[in-house]
């Protein structure tokens, strides 16, 4: 007797679906199917809506893909992963595989996370509309890990709003230097949460209000007053960034005293003036270990233009809860260490600002064996030494070649010489030549 295959109430699938024997039940015998894609036993119900699941993840290419929900849908169909899927129920799906997503101040207490952190923080706000209402964006970054810290939406972008953010941050991040727009709502709740912390008025804000202020309806603006406000935009910006106290005063006075003949350009040299305590000299900065490049907020201002991107290109998430759960998507999957079956660790610390021992430490939790600054899966390992059993390579330039076709990329001579150990090789030199033997300092 031929049945006809259904398709699977978990996947939607129907060609992996085999039939499996037979049931009874009160109305008589009922046939028994199994999905192998889903590795699951089920009875057809016509009468029964067919639940659906989507591939692990799939939120994150939504995001970083910035694909619509139907491209999305066109993708799974094409992979044959829930035919049946409808667009109102991918969305749905994609809001619950969200939510299991951490959220920031979740990810504050992760050691891994804290091991990075440089303590100078950079801050910002930002509007960011969703259908329902206008809504305002907190974002706050460790700037010499480029570690994101908060991402917040908030309904207003008050003191009161941004402080309670703040004193969840201030549980485990205590910054040294804190990098602002100088925006009064911030100044006010940063120095109530941290106010042993230095406020740094941000130098690209401090050329941008300049510029707008002097160079307001340019057009009427004659040649040589445009090179004498220039000339005095340059003199605020050498003050704002002097080396010491002294030659600030110096271009300070300076600015005020040619300004003096320029109505417009005068009032903006007082207000740098009343202002010029948040600008630190380079001395000022390298006692905080700092650097004049952490002055700037541009790593904040590129994280919150990310955010920006992201939801300009995608579906417009319903409500601000919504909007939140893919913003802690966003930031999570990148403050997160992935692993794969051939891992550079070096290269992992490097480029997500991590220690290494921290990344080793992650790799282990990962179950996998760590040889030299390079981490491989068990699997990978087995096959590796195997591989060397069977070829039995003649030397090291051989035994490279194997083991670089089978991970695809170069590889230390260290972690060769160690699989080569652990397969039951014996390295031999027969002559060393010193001209080709390079040496490293231990410290470094």
């Not at 990075?116 to 259908?131: E, F, N, Q, S």
């Not at 003050?239 to 005063?249: F, I, L, P, R, W």
């Not at 699997?379 to 089978?406: F, Q």
């Not at 390295?427 to 300092?441: G, Y």
Request: hydrophobic share 40%; glycine share 4%; proline share 5%.
């Amino acid at each position: 007797m031929s049945v006809a295959r259904p398709a699977c109430p978990l996947c939607g699938n129907s060609s992996e679906v085999v039939l499996d024997g037979l049931r009874r039940v009160k109305a008589g015998v009922k046939p028994v199917f199994f999905c192998k894609r889903c590795k699951r036993h089920f009875t057809p119900n016509p009468y029964r809506r067919p639940s659906h699941s989507i591939p692990p993840n799939i939120v994150e290419r939504y995001l970083f893909d910035c694909m619509g929900i139907r491209a999305i849908r066109n993708v799974m169909l094409q992979d044959s992963v829930a035919t049946s899927l409808s667009t109102s129920t991918l969305n749905r799906k994609l809001i619950e595989q969200a939510r299991t997503y951490p959220n920031w101040q979740d990810l504050l207490k992760e050691p891994f996370i804290q091991a990075k952190w440089g303590h100078i923080l950079g801050i910002d706000t930002t509007t960011l509309k969703v259908p329902s209402n206008q809504l305002y964006y907190l974002h706050a970054v460790d700037i010499p890990s480029r570690d994101p810290l908060i991402y917040q939406l908030i309904n207003r972008e008050d003191e009161a709003s941004i402080r309670e953010h703040l004193s969840v941050l201030g549980e485990h991040y205590v910054p040294k230097l804190v990098v602002l727009d100088l925006a009064p709502e911030i100044i006010a709740a940063v120095s109530k949460v941290f106010p042993k912390a230095k406020l740094q008025g941000c130098l690209f804000h401090l050329e941008k209000r300049v510029k707008e202020k002097l160079f307001f309806k340019a057009r009427r603006l004659n040649g040589a007053t445009l090179r004498f406000r220039e000339e005095v935009k340059k003199l605020i910006m050498k003050a704002a960034t002097a080396h010491n106290k002294d030659e600030q005063q110096f271009y300070l006075k300076w600015a005020l005293q040619i300004s003096s003949f320029d109505e417009v350009a005068h009032k903006v040299v007082l207000d740098f003036r009343d202002k010029i305590r948040y600008y630190h000299t380079v001395e000022e900065l390298r006692m905080l270990g700092a650097g004049l490049n952490y002055a700037y907020n541009n790593v904040t201002e590129s994280q919150i233009g990310e955010v920006k991107e992201r939801f300009r290109h995608m579906r417009w998430p319903r409500n601000a809860e919504t909007a939140q759960l893919y913003i802690n998507v966003l930031w999570s999957s990148k403050r997160s260490i992935k692993f794969k079956e051939f891992t550079d660790l070096e290269l992992i610390a490097k480029t997500t600002h991590t220690p290494l021992d921290v990344v080793k430490a992650r790799a282990k939790e990962a179950g996998l064996e760590i040889m030299g600054s390079y981490a491989l899966s068990k699997s990978l390992l087995d096959k590796l030494t195997n591989k060397l059993r069977v070829m039995k390579p003649r030397s090291l330039e051989e035994a490279e070649d194997l083991i670089t076709s089978e991970v695809g990329m170069e590889v230390k001579v260290n972690l060769i010489t160690e699989l080569l150990e652990r397969s039951g090789f014996q390295i031999k030199f027969s002559k060393l030549v010193a001209r080709e033997i390079s040496i490293e300092p231990v410290n470094e």
